[in-house]
Structure formats: C-alpha cells, structure tokens
C-alpha cells in the first residue's frame, strides 16, 4: 500500500488557528519562525504568548539590536558549557522542597504578614525559569549562567565579567537566607520582617557581598526580584525582576561600549 503526504501551506491555515499554533512554541523556535517571513514576524508579535516569554522575546531582540552586542560576543561564546536545562531546574525545585519542610519556614511564615501561600512558594519566578530553559545561550550578556565557569569572573573584568564569580553553575544550590529591610522600608510601613528566606545565589561581588534572586521572601513584592547582600545581613535591591535584571546588565554593557567608542 502506497501512502502519500500532503505538504501543508502553513499560509493558508486559518489566522487563529496560526496564532494558536504560535502561542504554544517555545522560545527559541518563535525567534525561528519570526525569521521565515514578514508575515510571520507580524504574527508572533499578536499570538497568545505566556507574559514572560512575550517579555524574554522582546529583550532577545532588544540585545541584538544594541551596539554592544556584537564587541562582547567573544568574552562569552568561546567560553559556553552545555547543561541539562531540565535538569538544572529539576534540582533546584527539589532543593528548594527539602528547605520548605524545614521548621525555620514553618516560623518565619506564620510570622509574616503579606505573605503568599506554600503552593505559590514552591515554584520559581517564571521568567527566570522560562530563561534558563529557552534563553539562547549565544545570546547570554552576563557571566552569570549556568552554562559558563564558575570562577572565571573573579580573575577577569570588563563588561560581561565584572569583578567577583558566577554562583549560578548547577552544582549550586538554593540556600536559606537571613532577610533583612533596609530602613527607609521599615520607616515607610512597608510589611517586612526580619526571618529566613529561600534565594539561589546568582553573583558574588566580593568582600561578602552577592546577589541573590529571591524565592520565598518575608513579603510577597520580593519574591522573583534580586537583591545584594552585604555583611551584617543588610539587602539592598538590585532589581524586581529577572527580566529587569538582565536589562540592567544590557544599559551596562552599552554604557561600557559607548564610553569605550567615544573617540571611534
């Protein structure tokens, strides 16, 4: 028995049922299909798409459209490691379980007010799990990813690597942390408490100070920001978002080409 294939013109689907088809593809196949055509462009930009990865699209092609994009690829292709994307968020979930059971949370969420709930606190910041598993990792601007060395930062400088070490290999693991607000916070009557909470360590800057992306935090509004530490448990905010995060890194890294092309 012969069996004959029809090729399907994806053009001439419905324009709902395209946009639908669109809406479930990850990232990296949505920078693909954006790239067939420019009716494709224009419909991935109306398709359905999960509000952290409509948000990791439009950074993606912010970063290609910066000027110091392209100067910086060097400090970062040459030196990429593959790791298991689902496996790496696997652990840090499982690790994040066992610190969950333990009393101290018991205490620290009864104790807080404003809190969100055990099940909501089980599960990462979407968009920093959307990133670890669907970022491009030729398009990564800072040497904080789990696919380069842990170590490198802390003997070289520059825009992509500034001083101090990468903590988010995948060997690395969510810790408990003791959380405490800055002043101005406290004085503005904002609903912070001084307890433990979940972060997974994201950069050490050096001289005890690191940055961390909080997991389960004192007060709902922290969760998914990323926060720097300094000795005596002080936290200072770097930013809400893991999205903002990495758009601080690009205002960085344009800063760094534009001080350094002054005179091009």
């Given amino acids: 028995m012969t069996i004959t294939y029809r090729l399907i013109n994806l053009n001439r689907l419905p324009i709902d049922l395209f946009l639908e088809i669109l809406s479930f593809l990850p990232l990296p196949d949505l920078i693909r299909a954006r790239c067939v055509c420019q009716h494709w462009r224009r419909l991935a930009l109306k ?12 950074l993606y092609y912010d970063i290609l459209a910066s000027p110091a994009f392209i100067p910086t690829r060097s400090a970062v292709i040459d030196y990429l490691r593959p790791f298991d994307r689902a496996d790496y968020v696997q652990n840090v979930y499982a690790a994040m379980t066992l610190l969950l059971k333990q009393p101290r949370f018991e205490s620290c969420h009864a104790a807080s007010t404003g809190t969100v709930s ?3 606190l089980c599960y990462l910041p979407l968009d920093f799990e959307t990133w670890v598993m669907e970022w491009p990792a030729r398009a990564v601007i800072s040497w904080a990813w789990p696919g380069l060395d842990t170590m490198f930062g ?7 690597c500034p001083y101090g070490a990468n903590r988010l290999s995948p060997h690395r693991k969510p810790t408990w942390l003791p959380f405490q607000p ?8 904002q ?6 909470t979940i972060a997974l360590e994201v ?12 997991l389960t935090p004192c007060a709902k509004r922290l969760w ?6 300094q000795p005596g448990g002080v936290r200072e905010p770097v930013a809400e978002t893991w999205i903002g995060y990495q758009r601080d890194t ?3 890294l344009e800063r760094w080409f534009q001080e350094n092309n002054r005179d091009a």
């Fill in 203 to 214: 950069w050490d800057e050096g001289s005890g100070k690191s940055q961390y992306l909080m």
């Fill in 191 to 196: 609903s912070f408490h001084r307890c433990n």
């Fill in 182 to 189: 800055e002043e101005d916070e406290e004085a503005h009557g």
């Fill in 250 to 252: 690009l205002k960085r």
């Fill in 224 to 229: 998914g920001g990323v926060y720097s530490t």
């Fill in 154 to 160: 802390a003997h070289n400088g520059g825009p992509i």
């Fill in 118 to 120: 055990s099940v909501e």
């Fill in 47 to 58: 398709a359905s798409l999960t509000p952290s990865r409509r948000r990791l699209l439009q």
